[in-house]
C-alpha cells in the first residue's frame, strides 16, 4: 500500500484459514461545520462599504446547502455570491432577521466560500454606524475578524462593542493585503457569535476655500553708507476675492510705496487698525 492508502485504511485484518467473513456496519458520518467569518468596512466619502466572506470548512457527511443570517434592515441591499453557487433563497422570520439558503451545485466536504455585500449611503445626517453580525450555522466552530477601513475624512470611533478583542498586527499581515492595512483603523476579532460593534460617526468639515495664496515672497535689502535701509517686498500671489492686501510695518520702519501690477497705488491706514498695519 502507498502512503494515501495506508492513512485511509481503518480495519485491516490477517487470517490463515480459507472462507473468512468480515460484517461491517455502515453508518453516514455526522456533519460538522466549522466557519471563518471576515467582516469588512470601508469608509468612504459617501458611501460605508460592507463586504462579509464566509468560510465554511465542512467535514463528515457532504451537505448541498448552507444559511446565513441578517436583521431585516439590510435585506434588500444584500448581494450575495459563491463559486459554488447554484441558487439562492431568501425568507424573513418573526424576530427581526432574514435568512438566505444558498443551494450548492454539488454536495461538498472541504471549504466553501460565500461573499455578502452591501452599501450604505453616507451624508451630514449620518452619526452611528455599526457593524451588523451575520448569524451562521456552524456549531463545530466559529472566528470572525473585524476589519475598518477609513478611506475618508470623516472621524470614526467605536461607541460600544462586546465579546471583542484587538487583533495582533502580525495576524493583521498575514489576512491582509499591504494596501488594506494602510487605510485600517480598528481591527478585532471574536471566537463567540454573539459579539456587536458600534462606530460613532463625525462626517468631515467642508473644505474652506482658500481666497487668496502668496506663491513668492521675494525680499531685497538695501544698505547704503550711513548705514540706514531700504526694503522692497516683491509677493506674486493668487487673489480670488480679497479686495485689500494689509501689510504690517515693523516698528520704525515707514511704507514709502505700493504698487499693484506695476499700477502705483496709494496705501490706505484704518482709523482702528494698529500701529504699523496698512
Not at 163 to 185: G, I, R, V, W, Y
Not at 232 to 246: D, G, I, K, T, Y
Request: aromatic share 8%.
Amino acid at each position: 500500500l502507498d502512503s494515501n492508502q495506508i492513512n485511509a485504511v481503518q480495519f485491516a485484518y490477517s487470517y490463515e484459514q480459507a472462507n473468512p467473513s468480515v460484517r461491517l456496519d455502515i453508518r453516514p458520518q455526522p456533519t460538522r461545520v466549522r466557519v471563518e467569518v471576515f467582516a469588512g468596512l470601508a469608509v468612504k466619502t459617501t458611501a460605508a462599504v460592507y463586504t462579509y466572506r464566509l468560510r465554511y470548512n465542512v467535514a463528515g457527511s457532504p451537505i448541498d446547502n448552507l444559511t446565513f443570517s441578517l436583521p431585516d434592515e439590510y435585506a434588500s441591499l444584500v448581494a450575495v455570491n459563491s463559486p459554488a453557487l447554484r441558487t439562492v433563497t431568501q425568507a424573513a422570520s418573526a424576530d427581526g432577521w432574514t435568512s438566505w439558503k444558498v443551494i450548492l451545485v454539488n454536495e461538498v466536504t472541504g471549504d466553501v466560500d460565500i461573499a455578502v455585500n452591501f452599501a450604505l449611503p453616507i451624508d451630514a445626517s449620518t452619526k452611528l454606524l455599526s457593524v451588523p453580525r451575520i448569524r451562521t450555522d456552524a456549531p463545530a466552530g466559529y472566528r470572525a475578524v473585524i476589519a475598518v477601513q477609513n478611506m475618508s475624512r470623516h472621524d470614526i470611533s467605536v461607541t460600544d462593542s462586546a465579546k471583542l478583542t484587538e487583533l495582533a498586527a502580525s495576524e493583521q499581515q498575514k489576512l491582509m493585503s499591504p494596501q488594506m492595512t494602510e487605510s485600517l483603523q480598528y481591527v478585532f476579532q471574536s471566537f463567540e457569535d454573539n459579539w456587536s460593534l458600534g462606530l460613532g460617526f463625525t462626517p468631515a468639515k467642508a473644505a474652506a476655500r482658500i481666497q487668496a495664496v502668496v506663491d513668492l515672497l521675494a525680499l531685497t535689502t538695501v544698505i547704503d553708507r550711513n548705514g540706514r535701509c531700504r526694503y522692497e517686498a516683491r509677493l506674486s500671489l493668487q487673489n480670488r476675492s480679497e479686495q485689500f492686501l494689509r501689510v504690517e510695518v515693523p516698528q520704525g520702519l515707514r511704507l514709502w510705496s505700493a504698487a499693484v501690477a506695476s499700477q502705483p497705488v496709494k496705501p490706505v491706514t484704518a482709523a482702528d487698525s494698529a500701529p504699523g498695519l496698512v
